[in-house]
């Protein structure tokens, strides 16, 4: 039996986890260890992280398994992308980290595009999708305002690795959380000196740029006294939650496409090089950084955010039914009866989501769903007709850089959507590709995948994969009702042309 465990911290937008993980007789094994949840904080007009909040639940994590006499091997920090701490000369934490919704940054990005750089020129440096929420812009909001802490930054680091030097005192850039902010160019996976000039922002304020499964450092006198731990190593896995997720792709070869499926649905293929022309520009794909010196060339869709908010507005009863009893009753009802188009602009983040598909239906001349049953369906159906249409870019994409033997022959999907048997089915159906779906806790298990291979007991993503593909009962779906789903398709595509 392998003793080796792997604590992993996992933090998303609104909780987080800690989590130990071994290998053992060729399968990855996990088990929570604590749960919390991570709430912005509001005052002045703007939005915060608790950066010391979760310090705390880190630090309530390392002294359970100390207590429960769990020896670890290795800490790894993975959490959501593009926001940052700022820290003086002195070492201290300057205020708390503005969180990507604080609502400066919409203004800043437009009074960047229009003053500083254009939407093309960014893309042209970056290959990272133009959103409001991107740390470029962040930082230009601050300059304007004349952020007090932002002035006095001797150095800044992105929340994983701002986390890290609580921890070890040593600072870092984790190159896939980096990769998040619309600051590094593209082609050197380094920072853009353009782009850094024009916020006015020099390289020395950032970390030393490092991989996933680099050692930053161990746990400082200071944590081993507070926790009871030794000098355990901290390593930087894959800092950016959905890097992490990706490197856990049960995938057999390089012939699949992946879609984590969560609030967001994030579509994409694993490439070698960055994929930045005028089509993928036109397209808004993106280029993130990825494990192995690899890019996750993907497009955000709007996933289940759709769902879980109608979920919220139905009444007692209804909510009180299980996802797959809800699935059971949208099967029930007329399939493509009414289709919306998920990342329309009314549905970001309206009053009323079940208004809201009430109004784009009623707009765009279509029966109007009433009952849970029809607006699941067509939430599920709309979801299916989205990823063909991404799916399709994709391919079209892809293709110059994949030879066409090697071209996508499924579709992974993890994370908590892969729970979804009806939405993954569809999807099948919609693409005609087979689906396989699982793990649902991909975030952490690439977590600790990675910090297994820095320890030296997996050689690289492929043998990580395959263990995690023995670990995890995989559901397969296979593609039905081709001629169905292309009427669907043509359907869907009038619908969302003409709106």
């Given at each position: ?5 792997f604590?992993?911290?996992d933090l ?12 053992n ?8 260890i ?11 007009g703007?939005v ?17 398994v100390a207590?429960?006499g ?14 940052f ?6 070492g ?47 930082f ?5 305002q ?15 690795d ?15 959380i ?24 020099d ?6 740029m490092?991989?996933?499964?680099t ?8 944590i ?6 030794g000098a ?9 939650d959905?890097?992490s997720a990706v ?34 520009y ?13 890019i ?36 029930q009802?007329e ?9 329309d602009t009314?549905f ?5 989501m079940?208004d809201?598909?009430?109004t ?8 109007v ?9 067509c ?6 007709l989205?990823?063909?249409?991404v ?18 022959k ?13 939405l ?16 649902q ?24 994969r395959?263990i ?12 039905t ?16 042309t003409?709106?």
């Amino acid at each position: 039996m392998n003793n080796d465990y792997f604590f992993a911290i996992d933090l998303g937008a609104t909780s987080g986890r800690t989590i130990v993980g071994r290998i053992n007789d060729g399968k990855v094994e996990q088990q929570e260890i604590t749960r919390f949840p991570n709430n912005l904080t509001r005052h002045g007009g703007h939005v915060y992280w608790n950066i010391h909040a979760l310090y705390l639940e880190i630090i309530k994590g390392l002294k359970e398994v100390a207590h429960r006499g769990i020896t670890i091997t290795s800490i790894g920090i993975d959490t959501w992308g593009v926001d940052f701490v700022c820290i003086g000369d002195d070492g201290t934490i300057l205020g708390e980290p503005r969180a990507y919704r604080d609502p400066s940054t919409a203004d800043a990005m437009d009074d960047y595009l229009n003053n500083v750089m254009s939407r093309r020129d960014i893309y042209r440096i970056t290959g990272i999708q133009i959103m409001s929420i991107n740390s470029l812009f962040q930082f230009h909001a601050m300059r304007r305002q004349g952020n007090s802490a932002l002035k006095a930054a001797r150095h800044i680091l992105f929340i994983p690795d701002a986390l890290a030097w609580m921890l070890t005192g040593e600072m870092v850039c984790e190159y896939t959380i980096a990769s998040t902010s619309q600051m590094l160019d593209s082609n050197t996976r380094e920072f853009s000196t353009t782009l850094l000039d024009s916020i006015g922002l020099d390289r020395k304020m950032f970390g030393r740029m490092v991989e996933p499964g680099t050692t930053i450092g161990t746990l400082s006198a200071e944590i081993q006294s507070m926790t009871g731990l030794g000098a355990v190593p901290v390593i930087a896995v894959a800092g950016h939650d959905t890097a992490s997720a990706v490197a856990a792709v049960p995938a057999q070869d390089r012939s699949f496409a992946y879609l984590s499926s969560g609030t967001w649905s994030l579509m994409g293929i694993e490439t070698a090089h960055a994929i930045v022309n005028d089509r993928s520009y036109e397209l808004n794909f993106t280029n993130e950084g990825g494990i192995e010196h690899t890019i996750r060339f993907l497009k955000n869709i709007c996933g289940m955010w759709l769902y879980e908010s109608c979920r919220r507005e139905f009444n007692e009863s209804m909510r009180q039914l299980s996802h797959t009893e809800l699935q059971v009753m949208a099967r029930q009802v007329e399939p493509f009866r009414s289709i919306i188009f998920p990342d329309d602009t009314l549905f970001a983040n309206p009053q009323s989501m079940t208004d809201a598909i009430k109004t784009y239906c009623r707009n765009t001349h279509q029966p109007v769903p009433e009952t849970p049953a029809e607006i699941c369906r067509c939430i599920f159906d709309s979801l299916a007709l989205r990823y063909r249409q991404v799916f399709g870019y994709l391919k079209e994409l892809s293709a110059a850089t994949t030879p066409a033997e090697n071209g996508i022959k499924v579709l992974n999907i993890i994370g908590g959507g892969s729970l979804n048997t009806m939405l993954n089915q569809s999807a099948a159906n919609a693409l005609n590709i087979e689906v396989l779906a699982g793990p649902q806790e991909c975030t952490a298990i690439g977590n600790i995948m990675v910090q297994a291979k820095a320890a030296g007991m997996v050689t690289d993503r492929w043998q990580m994969r395959q263990i995690i593909a023995n670990s995890t009962q995989l559901t397969a779906y296979h593609p039905t009702n081709r001629e169905t789903w292309d009427a669907a398709y043509d359907k869907y595509m009038n619908i969302i042309t003409q709106k």
